[in-house]
C-alpha cells in the first residue's frame, strides 16, 4: 500500500474511494509519518505543503493510479482559480483550502 500527497483531488483509476476531512495540518501531518511519494506537480504548491506540513514534499509530477488500499494527502482549493492561472506558495497563503484523505477502497 502507497500513501501519496496530491496537490488537487483526482481519481487516479477506476474503483471506489472515500474521501474524508477536512484535515488539520498536524493531522495530516502525522498520517504521513510512516513516508509517503509525492504527486504534487506543481512547485509552489509542494512549498506551501512543505511549510503548512513541516515535512519536505518534492514536486514531482508523476502519474499515479491509486491500487486499492492506497491513501492520499489531498490538497483542495476551495476557489476555483482562473484559467492559466498559477500561484506562488506564498499567494497560496490567501486562498482558500482544506487538507482531505482519499482512500481507494476497491
Known amino acids: 500500500m502507497t500513501c501519496y500527497v496530491l496537490n488537487t483531488p483526482v481519481l ?3 474503483g471506489d474511494y472515500r474521501f474524508t476531512g477536512p484535515l488539520t495540518a498536524s493531522q495530516a501531518a502525522e498520517r504521513l509519518t510512516a513516508g509517503f511519494v509525492s504527486a504534487v506537480g506543481h512547485g509552489a ?3 506551501f505543503l512543505s ?3 513541516d515535512l519536505e514534499v518534492a ?3 508523476i ?3 491509486m491500487q486499492p ?3 492520499a494527502l489531498v490538497l483542495r482549493l476551495i476557489t476555483r482559480l482562473p484559467e492559466g492561472m498559477m500561484l506562488t506558495a506564498e499567494e497560496m497563503t490567501a486562498v482558500d483550502f482544506e487538507l482531505g484523505w482519499l482512500e481507494r477502497m476497491a
Open 45 to 47: 504548491a509542494a512549498v
Open 59 to 61: 514536486c514531482n509530477r
Open 51 to 53: 511549510r503548512l506540513l
Open 63 to 65: 502519474t499515479i493510479a
Open 69 to 71: 488500499g492506497d491513501t
Open 12 to 14: 487516479t483509476a477506476y
